[in-house]
């Protein structure tokens, strides 16, 4: 069976920036020692999957072009290092818009949901953030929280054991 982990992105694979919108190279950074710690995650047979909520994406103040650029430079990094995402679910919604995709809701990953060919005692989202863990518990898999700014957590090489 199938092992997957659900993974945020911003603020559990890169560092989530002060206005908390990666729309310029320059504020692209890795989470410490999250590739290593993939890596042993993927040797053990894990496939990852990206789950963001992406408040306003298309907007005026949140453009889509230089979110891709940025988001397809992210996933060009872990591509190098023999990191694959094997699908991204992005929701561009606001909270207000209270659309079924946005996390913490199972709208995004309901296909994976139907799915009968997955592990889900083995599987787990892994996010920064309380909507993350609830989205966890949405899906009936464990949540791991990483260490943030929004509460304490665990390291990225404290998951991989």
């Known amino acids: 069976m199938d092992k997957y982990l659900f993974l945020d992105r911003d603020g559990t694979l890169v560092q989530e920036p002060a206005d908390y919108h990666i729309n310029a190279l320059e504020k692209i950074r890795l989470v410490p020692l999250v590739i290593p710690s993939l890596l042993k995650l993927r040797d053990v047979g894990y496939t990852f999957i990206i789950v963001s909520n992406q408040d306003g994406l298309g907007t005026a103040t949140f453009p889509i072009t230089p ?26 919604h606001f909270p207000e818009d209270a659309c079924i ?58 998951i991989a054991d």
């Open 67 to 92: 979110f891709q650029h940025c988001h397809e430079f992210i996933v060009d990094i872990f591509n190098s290092q023999g990191l694959e995402f094997s699908d991204v679910l992005i929701c561009p």
């Open 101 to 158: 995709c946005r996390k913490p809701n199972t709208g995004m990953v309901e296909s994976y949901l139907d799915r009968s060919n997955w592990d889900r005692k083995l599987s787990a989202v892994i996010g920064d953030r309380e909507t993350d863990m609830q989205l966890a518990r949405n899906m009936g898999v464990k949540g791991l929280r990483v260490n943030s700014p929004f509460a304490p957590g665990l390291t990225w090489p404290q």
